[in-house]
């Protein structure tokens, strides 16, 4: 398998597929006050050459297809994707000379559009809302219909791939033992298809039994929370129970609310210089309200899955927040914001 492991000893890559992987995970200090007497790390995903750790995914998913023959030369990737997964592909197949149609709706931000089209991607868009006021389940259709029409072409549907959680097993779980080893108490991942969750869940829980995965989602998705609204936010969050999640290993689950999520990025970019993706912000107000409740001394570590850029005209955009009734919590009240964030008490 391609992806580096920090082991390797040389600089020196192939092709930019090999580039992804080995991120710096980085220690929070003014974010939360919480911050210092915990050791609250946020592994830096962002940091892979695309900007997000579904270039890993996607990576580590045409290998394999590729592999089985279904993914052949002058062959077409599919995918239904809000963003980052169909940028990973849209990296792969530009290495690799794929052709790659990427399912997009209104929610996919125009940064991505345009990220998308700049790889060579083509966007195909669907606009069938459905009862939640979500487009997944017609994306997802749409995906289908296209993979079976054009000849070579190879639907990887991130969704329903018993794989998708492979990359993280075999990459993202060991990355972390590398830096951490037993010296974890915590891990804080976001959640939507739940590649994330189960692969890392998959590799570390028999290895860590005291380690405590914590689930998190945007309020308004179903993954836990049975009452479906509607919400901004992508990366996390789905109109439906993702097939890939492993309930039974997730011990905690927090649903955070986009307000919060979004106060929390910004107070990131301003008192930690790290821009970062919209489910960023839920991931760290949910993985230090988890220290409050922790002993000092506490190591928890959490996922960054993507980086700001992408969200320059949406969530760091003061009008768009203002058009879609957000209004940013001050950063010295964030420690008062955090505390009063619910855990969710029956994730399963
Ligand atoms: N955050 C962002 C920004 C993402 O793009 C994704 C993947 N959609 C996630 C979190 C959740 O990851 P997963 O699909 O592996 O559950």
Sequence with gaps: MNLILPAQT?????????????????????????????FCYLKLESCNPGGSIKEKNATVLVNQAEEAGLLRHGGTIIESSSGNFGVGLAIVGAARGYRVIIVVDAKTTPAFRRMLKAYGAELAEVSEVDANGSMQKARIELATRLAESIPGGWYPCQHYNPNNPDAHALFTAREIEDAFGA??????????????????????????????LIGVDVKGSVIFDPAPAPYKMTGIGLSFRP??????????????????AYSMCHALAQREGLLLGSSTGAIVSAGLHLAQQMPAGSRIAMINPDRGDRYLETIYDPEWLQANGFTLIPAEHMDIAIEQLCICESPR
């Design 10 to 38: 040389t600089r020196l890559r192939e092709d930019i597929t090999q580039a992804v992987g080995d991120v710096p995970i980085v220690r929070l200090r003014r974010v939360a006050s919480i911050c210092q007497n915990h």
């Design 183 to 212: 010296r974890l108490d915590a891990l804080v991942v976001g959640v939507s298809t739940g590649g994330q969750m189960s692969g890392l869940a998959r590799y570390l829980k028999p290895r860590y039994p005291h380690l405590q």
């Design 243 to 260: 097939p890939n999640l492993d309930y039974e290993a997730i011990d905690k689950a927090y649903v955070v609310p986009e307000n919060l």
